[in-house]
Structure formats: C-alpha cells, structure tokens
C-alpha cells in the first residue's frame, strides 16, 4: 500500500472516530450496497417521445421557451469556470450531465419555487444550477443533504463548483439522507422541488421518494437522476397520481424521471 494511501486511511479512520453519526451512515449505507443486486428489479423505462415538449406541458409552459436557452450560456460558464480547477465537468460518473442540468434549470425556472431539497451533492454541479436559476428567479433557497466520500480527492472536491456568492441561498445538510432528510423536511414543511441525486440503490432511492412526496405541496415536482439503475421509481410513479415522464437527452447520461404532484 502506498504512503499517500496509508495517510488516507489514517485521516479516514480518525474522521470517523470523531463523527461516529457518519460512521454509522457509512456502515448502513455498504451494507445496502452489497444487498442491492439481490433486492434490486429493472423495469421497462420507455423515454416519453418529445421529452422537452411534454415537460413544459407538465409545468404548464409553452415551448420553445427562453429559460432552455438560457442554460445553454449556463452549462458553459460553469464549464470555463470550472476548467482552471482540478474539477472538470463530466470527468467523473458522480456528475451531473447537461441533460439532468437542463431539466432543473426549466422546471426551476417555470415553477419559481421557494423551497427545493436535493439529496446528492459531489462537486456540486446540480448544486451549482439550481442556486443560479434561483439567483435568476430572485427568490427561494437551496437545501442538499450529502454525504461526501472519505476519499481524499472527492472529499475535498465537495461543492468545488459551488462559488462563495452563490451561497447566501443555499444550506448544506452534511449526512445521510436516511438520517437527516426526514428530519429537515419536518423543519420546512411544505416544499416545492425535491430532486434525488444520491446512492442509487433501490431501498435508499425508494426511501427517499416515499419521504419526500408527502413534503411537496400541489404542483410541486419530483425529479429523479439515474432512474434505470434498478425499478424504484418505476414501482414509485405507478403507486402516485400523476403521470410520470421519462426524459433522455441527446447529450444525457441514463434517463431521468419527473413527477408533477397533482
């Protein structure tokens, strides 16, 4: 094992010892890790034809509309300001990609909402476009829970896109969200976005949106990154009211599901 790697596990195994509520996060969440190839199931996820179209039309918007193209001038100062640091966009798996970015970006945008919880934050690029199209808005705040990686390289990385003057809108709850988002929807009551970008495994993916639709408020939306890893929110969208879009951009990585509450 090498000197660095060694240093790693040191400053890891300290961390913990300090904060033993992370310590257990961590331990729940590798054992619902090593369990989700057996309780996980796949499930038919069509793309809905004219993804973009049928979005606007649940947010009530007509298309085309100003908001999409105005992500385009978003995606790329985020990519040249990012370019400089050791965070590059799309360098790594735990990202978003412009597709889900570009879906966020409207539904914030259209819905002007005044409370939106994410779960999932890594290098913060989501984080990132929600606090700008809220800054855009003049109104509402930003909540993620998150649980950054130990590792040396991500763990300093956390939130790296996420400049200080974006900040004022945005509360960062460090933790699981099996620990810490059932709590923090109690604080805020109703809400109007809920996005899911953490661990996708299907009990913890299940959890979340069983947690979090109760919290939103009518007309309020659910987004979901990375639907096809396993049938959670396929199993999710049937049991809802609402009729579940399955949106799949040229430039995207996977599938992401959205759904209006009635």
């Known amino acids: 094992m090498?000197?660095?790697r060694v240093q790693d596990t040191a400053r890891a195994i300290a961390y913990l010892a300090a904060h033993p509520g992370e310590a257990i996060d961590r331990f729940r969440s590798k054992i619902e890790h090593s369990r989700d190839p057996q309780e996980r199931r796949s499930a038919d996820y069509s793309p809905s034809l004219d993804g973009e179209r049928r979005l606007h039309e649940l947010l009530d918007t007509p298309v085309p509309c100003p908001a999409a193209e105005e992500f385009e001038a978003v995606w790329s100062n985020l990519e040249q300001s990012l370019a400089?640091?050791?965070s590059y966009v799309g360098e790594w798996?735990?990202?978003a990609d412009p597709g889900m970015g570009r879906i966020v970006w409207c539904v914030v945008r259209h819905l002007?909402?005044?409370k939106v919880v994410e779960t999932g934050v890594?290098?913060?690029i989501t984080s990132r476009i929600l606090l700008d199209a809220l800054d855009r808005n003049g109104t509402g705040g930003l909540?993620?829970?998150?649980?950054p990686m130990l590792r040396s390289r991500w763990h300093e990385q956390t939130a790296a896109a996420v400049p200080l003057d974006r900040r004022s809108r945005w509360t960062y709850v460090?933790?699981?969200s099996r620990r810490r988002l059932a709590g923090l929807l109690a604080d805020l009551g109703e809400i109007d976005l809920f996005i899911h970008d953490s661990a996708h495994t299907q009990s913890n993916m299940r959890y979340e949106f069983e947690t979090a639709w109760p919290a939103l408020r009518s007309g309020g939306?659910?987004?979901?990154?990375d639907i096809t890893m396993n049938a959670a929110f396929h199993d999710f969208a049937a049991a809802a009211p609402g009729e579940p879009l399955f949106v799949r951009y040229p430039d995207g990585r996977g599938l992401v599901g959205v759904l209006v509450k009635p």
């Open 174 to 176: 460090r933790g699981s």
């Open 112 to 114: 002007r909402p005044e």
């Open 84 to 86: 400089g640091s050791s």
């Open 122 to 124: 890594a290098r913060g």
């Open 2 to 4: 090498s000197a660095v």
């Open 221 to 225: 939306v659910l987004v979901s990154h």
């Open 143 to 147: 909540w993620s829970v998150d649980l």
């Open 93 to 95: 798996v735990h990202d």
